[in-house]
């Protein structure tokens, strides 16, 4: 197959921008991406947009990734809109990589934006659950909760994920908020990040509890953000940029009900992106995992081969996946600190990747990278999620 | 480039389909496609679903596919959701095209679906505007009417377009109602299509006036309905059954404003998809086009070069694009007699090519039909529309 790299990202600040349109932000990060793979808005073959929320939110459904093309100068590109929840703007990825390996492209820009802020935290809350089968949410909330209602309907969901999980590996609370520490540290040395200030475990342990036993400290904020990538085939030259060879990006799709295999999606998606790739978990320099609750990111050491079953508050606790560590995870500071504006957050995690294989993330550098792995689940079928990638890139020197 | 064919199809009964749900039309067309093709649920590799307004429509944002796919028994077949408004599911089909193309899969199900009724009319020709620029609404509705405040958006652009189409032409009022007039007789013989009455001229031209000079009886309705394809590499074999060749799937984007080229989007992509098949408007057999409104069908006959400038009301009238004539246009009756559920409409009219192709159209078979292609825009960007697509297919014998 065609090789593929990432020749250019570009990143916005995340948190709450309230000045600042979707299609601004989207189209602040495409500039970003274009500049930095030293091309031009001609050159760009192809955009492929990634947004879950907005026709919900605000309405403009169908064409945002126009929308947002014609507000960065890119009017006259083919545009394709791609949905797939969390999973939005890495879907789009996984569509750019083929639109590209087909031949059918050489260069292909991929953007994921959000824009969360401005409107009520309820409004949020009930829209993030189209994420979901819209009706069997009564249905399921019932099932993980024994009540008819609740705050949020995804914190509910990885509550009780992370209820099963300490039943199966003697997770403490504490375990769980070290989790919450740990990136908050990392997040303090990114300045695109939403938060910026490390936690003590006592706080992250105090704080409002949202859905026990995960508190607000646990849990991703809603936040406006954009990321893009600039994609380019291997043999069209890589515009003089340090580029980041895609090694494997697999995509799968969740099972509802008790069809579900045994197997995770994210365990299943990952299996197939390690055989893709040609590398195991022992191979990884640097990762990023789905933390939309910071317990989740001790279920995906596990699901990603990291460690063994119920291995995962031990992983944490060595030190291996903080900065410094063995192989850190997110350090970006995650979903949690980073911020997780949800069309935006595939996009973000491998525009972290990259930079940190190009040796050029400053603070927060994992010294010598080489090969990374982002781990992106969205939306929810109960029990698996409805969409998954687990995307590996390999810098220069691998 | 890897060579790929549609070897299965299945299409709902277009039409008012109140008491079946999103997801039932959308497995029901799939299934319809996976048992046309000879295949099973487990030979489908990938799914990619185009629906352009159940998010604003029903709240089902993010997770479309799946959920249908759910319906249908294909959990877990990795879903990827498209949206591009009206040209929804052709665009799920360019991305289809790519993901084999790329040998990332060999086998692909795209199915659009689009459920439009049991909700007041003008809800749902308010969410239509979301096919457009949402923050342009107001200004452009006043450039092209004068107005702040029209019936439908879309209907009052069609409108304006006609206007000007009838001013470089001379296309009369009579021309304009004769397109529905033919594509009523042409609906007439197919069993899926919405409408099945051939309507005379007098009845066109008496109906009520929705944007002048379109009456009802040119403007495409309201419908529920789905469309499915199965795409498989050529290299794979065809599982037994007559396949169909793409010989060309290309996509285009618009342009708004003052920058928008002269020559229309459809146009512009319509030459990039004879330039990929290798053939011109000569050689095609059967066409489908995105008759939203029934004066564009004379409008596409030109910019798809079946006619020279001004003469689409000389070669409607000449009788060459009727059935029996030598290039017959919509054949299943186009968007106002089939009916067009927005995302359904992209991949209904390769349904119909693909059905013209292997030669079992039954009562509106075009005879001895070995080259078809398809025009399917969408949106608006003022003035282009926001994305098109022209696929050009070839049947066994070409």
Do not use: W
């Amino acid at each position: 197959m065609r090789e593929v790299d990432i020749v250019g990202v570009g990143i916005t600040p995340f948190g709450k921008r309230r000045d600042t349109s979707l299609r601004s932000l989207a189209a602040d990060a495409m500039t970003a991406a274009i500049a930095d793979a030293g091309l031009v808005a001609g050159d760009i073959g192809l955009l492929v947009s990634g947004n879950a929320m907005a026709g919900v939110l605000t309405g403009q459904e169908m064409i945002r990734g126009q929308v947002a093309a014609t507000e960065a100068g890119l009017a006259a590109v083919p545009v394709l809109n791609v949905e797939n929840a969390c999973t939005s703007s890495s879907s789009a990825v996984h569509v750019a990589l083929a639109a590209i390996r087909s031949g059918m492209y050489d260069t292909v820009l991929v953007c994921g934006a959000e824009k969360m802020t401005g409107l009520p935290t309820q409004t949020v809350l009930d829209a993030m659950t189209s994420g979901a089968d819209i009706e069997r949410i009564p249905e399921v909330t019932r099932e993980l909760t024994g009540t008819d209602k609740v705050e949020s309907f995804f914190m509910a969901v990885y509550a009780e994920m992370t209820r099963a999980y300490q039943e199966r590996s003697g997770a403490t609370p504490e375990d769980l908020a070290d989790v919450a520490v740990k990136n908050s540290a990392h997040g303090a040395l990114n300045p695109n990040a939403q938060y910026r200030r490390a936690l003590s475990r006592d706080e992250v342990l105090a704080a409002r509890l949202v859905a026990p036993p995960l508190t607000t400290l646990m849990c991703s904020p809603i936040a406006d953000g954009a990321a893009a990538l600039v994609l380019r085939a291997a043999d069209r030259g890589n515009s003089g940029r340090a580029p980041v060879r895609i090694r494997a990006c697999a995509l799968g799709s969740g099972v509802p009900g008790a069809g579900a295999p045994a197997i995770p999606l994210e365990r299943r998606t990952a299996e197939a992106a390690y055989a893709e790739a040609g590398v195991g978990p022992e191979d990884l320099d640097v990762v990023e995992v789905h933390d939309a609750a910071s317990p989740n990111e001790l279920i995906m050491y596990e699901e990603l081969g990291l460690c063994g079953a119920g291995e995962g508050p031990k992983l944490l606790a060595s030190g291996a996946t903080s900065l410094g560590g063995r192989v850190p995870v997110n350090p970006d500071g995650g979903l949690v600190s980073r911020g997780h504006p949800v069309g935006a957050t595939g996009c973000a995690q491998l525009v972290e990747l990259v930079t940190q294989l190009r040796g050029r993330a400053g603070e927060r550098q994992v010294s010598g990278a080489r090969i990374g792995l982002a781990e992106n689940a969205g939306g929810y079928l109960h029990p698996d999620p409805a969409a998954c990638t687990v995307t590996i890139l390999a810098g220069a020197g691998a």
